[in-house]
Structure formats: C-alpha cells, structure tokens
C-alpha cells in the first residue's frame, strides 16, 4: 500500500524561512516574550499567504524591460497588500486605544 505525503506549497515554505528569520529578530529585541512572537507570526500568517500568492512571469529574452515590468507589478502588488493590512491593523489599534 502506497503512502500519500501531502507536501506543503511554495509559499508554505518560503513562510517558515521568512518567519524564522523574523522569529530570530525579534527575539533579540528588548522585552518581546517568545508568546508574543508566536501569537504576532500567527496573525501575520494569512497576510502574507495573501498577498504572497505564487505568480508564474515568462521571460522574453529579447524583452528584458516587458520582463522587469512584470517582477516589478509583482513585488508592487505583494507589498502593497503587506502595507495595506498593517494599516488596517493600526487603524484597529487607533480604535481600541481611543475606545478606553
């Protein structure tokens, strides 16, 4: 009988590089409990695999410039939806401080 492995994806792995390297930063940082780690890179989690989603970009060898257009839209993309959800968690934090 065959066993089936299910694999995580790409953007699974390149979560776990990203959350460990920013695991390791903040953990060097004055006053940053290991939980709070957790909990922060629990609720960053899904932004990033939002916003991170795999894009396939084909390379024309003789349009260089079509093909930095295209990784340029892609990385325009990923941070503005980084950058969006940390604004909306601050507008969130804005509300919660302002509702005491």
Same mark, same amino acid.
């Given at each position: 009988? #065959?066993?089936?492995?299910? @694999?995580?994806? +790409?953007?699974? &792995?390149?979560? &776990?590089? @990203? *959350?460990?390297?920013? *695991?390791?930063?903040? *953990? $060097?940082?004055?006053? /940053?409990? *290991? +939980?709070? /780690?957790? !909990? ?11 916003? +991170? ?5 084909? @390379?024309?060898?003789?349009? $260089?410039? #079509?093909?930095? =257009?295209? /990784?340029?839209?892609?990385?325009? =993309?990923?941070? !503005? ?6 604004? /909306? =968690?601050?507008?969130?934090? @804005? &509300?919660? &401080?302002?509702?005491?």
């Amino acid at each position: 009988m #065959a066993t089936v492995h299910d @694999f995580p994806d +790409s953007m699974q &792995r390149a979560w &776990r590089v @990203f *959350s460990d390297a920013l *695991s390791e930063e903040l *953990s $060097r940082a004055d006053g /940053i409990t *290991s +939980s709070e /780690i957790e !909990h922060a890179l629990w609720a960053v989690k899904p932004a990033y695999l939002n916003a +991170s989603k795999p894009t396939t970009i084909t @390379f024309d060898p003789n349009d $260089r410039e #079509a093909a930095v =257009r295209d /990784i340029d839209a892609w990385v325009f =993309r990923v941070t !503005h939806l980084l950058l969006l959800e940390l604004v /909306i =968690r601050e507008v969130r934090l @804005f &509300r919660l &401080r302002d509702a005491r």
